[in-house]
């Protein structure tokens, strides 16, 4: 049976479908009190984990969930990244893992979110121009001092996986990972062999017409559709994956929940699994 909850870091329960904030509108007018709406919605419907970023809107998308949310009930967990910086020179945005700027950007999340602790920060990605252990090590000082309760990572390989975990403990690795985007399921075997939660982003799959017909058949045979079917794919894969999809619409955002009360049959996620498998020969 799938479970519904996981231990990230093997103490912080939260349930297995969260949110993520990315598409919320931050904006001034009607949009912003729409994305409000969802991210209450959300909550409301028990959602638990909700994932932002420093870069989704260079901080305003962790402003506009405090507004929506805090103070935050019992139980919910939002988790941020850092490690993308915009350039003083150019305004293009890149990757900067330097620990400086790692640590002002902790503490412009920590005040923009209004808490003195962040429960799950994740690196958004390895800046490949500043050492490693730098940065894992500035998030581990980080997490010693009290304002950050576990780490995890975003868009990693299983060697850079195994490289993180000599330095600081791995709580979450996050991912772009669907029914038919799989290139990392080796990071995906890695994590669950390790017991570190998997969280997917691009989290449902558009895929090929073949690929997107057969979903639409088994989506229909459950009375479901085939972003249900995806995401209720996900959840039956493996017992770490959760995902988090995202949405500025509060009916998408119930369609996404109701995905958890899907119970696809042994013969339909083995029908699932065969279009990926199908794709890999087409590919190969």
Request: with cysteine.
């Amino acid at each position: 049976m799938t479970q519904a909850t996981f231990r990230i870091g093997g103490d912080l329960n939260v349930g297995r479908l969260g949110f993520g904030a990315m598409r919320l509108p931050t904006g001034p007018g009607p949009d912003r009190e729409a994305a409000i709406g969802v991210a209450r919605r959300a909550v409301e419907l028990g959602v638990t984990l909700i994932d932002t970023a420093h870069l989704y809107g260079w901080g305003a998308n962790e402003e506009l969930l405090a507004e929506a949310l805090h103070p935050y009930p019992d139980g919910l967990l939002i988790t941020t990244k850092v490690g993308v910086a915009r350039s003083e020179s150019t305004g293009e945005w890149g990757l900067d893992g330097r620990p400086a700027v790692l640590r002002a950007q902790v503490d412009t999340a920590l005040r923009r979110l209004r808490v003195d602790r962040i429960e799950l920060l994740q690196l958004h990605r390895i800046d490949p121009e500043t050492p490693l252990a730098d940065q894992l090590g500035t998030l581990r000082e980080l997490r010693a001092e009290g304002k950050v309760g576990r780490i995890g990572l975003s868009e990693v390989t299983v060697t850079e996986l195994d490289r993180s975990r000599e330095i600081v403990d791995i709580a979450s690795v996050q991912n772009r990972y669907n029914l038919l985007d799989r290139e990392y399921e080796p990071v995906l075997a890695a994590c669950e062999a390790a017991g570190i939660a998997f969280l997917p982003w691009r989290p449902v799959a558009a895929g090929d017409s073949g690929a997107r017909a057969e979903v639409a058949a088994v989506a229909s045979e459950l009375d479901a559709t085939p972003t249900q079917l995806s995401l209720a794919w996900l959840l039956a894969h493996s017992p770490v994956i959760l995902p988090i999809p995202g949405t500025a619409r509060v009916d998408h955002l119930e369609e996404n929940l109701a995905a958890t009360r899907l119970r696809p049959t042994p013969g339909q996620l083995a029908r699932l699994d065969g279009l990926f498998e199908q794709g890999e020969r087409r590919e190969g």
